[in-house]
């Protein structure tokens, strides 16, 4: 007899490509009830989950998934609030395919189990029952923890410790919390309404955050601890540095780093002109240089503020880009293009100091780098002019050293990232942890997520055994 085929999985609607690369409302439209349970239905429930292997925070993925099957839809909710604080935003912006995804059985002869979109499905579903469960809270530990930065590493810290008992205030330096979830993930990718439902989550659960607050300008972390009585700090400050090209004319108007450009977009609402008066160039023809997601969500943001030409330009080929294969697949989708080994050698600008045009020179693959990428080397004589009038350059971020300048009992690497235990998130200054992007440099949500519960943890024993 023949075996029996497993369905194909669910794909998931979507706005048209053609309309959405116009307006910033969300891409995917997410599961109907009934399509998450027929996507649940092909899950194994296998004894020993591999999945879990690739989920930094271990949720317990075959448990949520058949809850799901069953259509006991609050049940899968809770299960995976056991294990994640920030349901709505994995399940969105989680490279699942290569974590939690890559590691499931049903993968090995099919397409595996969406992982990440049956996530997403359970975490909207119970916002729009318009009754979020708030779980029992411990009684006091009379601890007090200031978390510095409210991106995911934070928010999870910030989740973790008030279920145990102890009094988090989340400092932000920004004026609204949710750090890179909300000045670098676009509308369309991450909408503000599903970041800021999770901060609400976090304050009913007891946590405070306080705005417009600068630790390394305002207070110093030692200030913290020994003026203002906070038993210990975490630091998740992110990585907001940006860097640059280093080539001629990228002083010139209308080139910008890919943090200011996204975080005019979506933080300070540029793209709601004239609701917002936020500047930000309205250019024609855009040259994002880079190849990860955010040259992806700053070339698909350019197309919706009104480009006519959003154009990619990264020096190695379409195999090498870091952008997952879902974000380059989306942005060729509304009509971005691709200028692979290109290299930029300089901006050129017109007499009145804008951008008019980008020198290039194309490149072609060598032996692999240190990377493990095949390095791209400058075809000799290729030269050639691109005509754009703005350049998003997107090449990757630092942390910001204001920490570390002003707490010189942290110690850093030479990259400038914090040093702290892989396994504790513990700092070089007792009571003082770290995780995220300041410790890593710019990765993922999950992995920022991951980290912040390991610190969470650390901080827990510190706080109530010394450590």
Known sequence: MAKKQRPPRTPMPEQDPKVRARNFDEVPLGYTPEMAQREASRCLKCKKPACRKGCPVEVFIPDFIAEIEAGNFQRAVDILKKKNSLPAVCGRVCPQENQCEAYCIV????EPVAIGRLERFAADWERAQGDVKIPEI???TGKRVAVVGSGPAG???AG???????????FEALHKPGGVLVYGIPEFRLPKAIVQAEVDYLKKLG???VTNFVVGKMRTVEELIQEDGFDAVFVGAGAGLPKFMGIPGENLNGVYSANEYLTRSNLMKAYRFPEYDTPIVRAKRVAILGGGNVAMDAARTALRLGAERSIIVYRRGRDEMPARAEEIHHAE???VEFQLLTNPVRVIGDDNGWVRALECIRMELGEPDESGRRRPVPVEGSEFELDVDAVVVAIGNAPNPLIPSTTPAIQTSRWGTIQADEATGATTMVGVYAGGDVVTGAATV????GAGRKAADAIHDYLTKGG
Do not use: C, Q, R, W
């Not at 993968?107 to 099919?110: E, H, I, L, R, T």
């Not at 973790?160 to 989340?170: A, C, M, N, P, S």
């Open 207 to 209: 946590v405070k955050v």
């Open 160 to 170: 973790d410790l008030v279920l145990k008992g102890h009094d988090v205030t989340v």
């Open 138 to 140: 411990p009684p006091k």
């Open 107 to 110: 993968g090995k002869k099919s």
């Open 446 to 449: 999950i992995l920022a997520m």
């Open 333 to 335: 989708e509304e009509g």
């Open 155 to 157: 928010l999870t810290v």
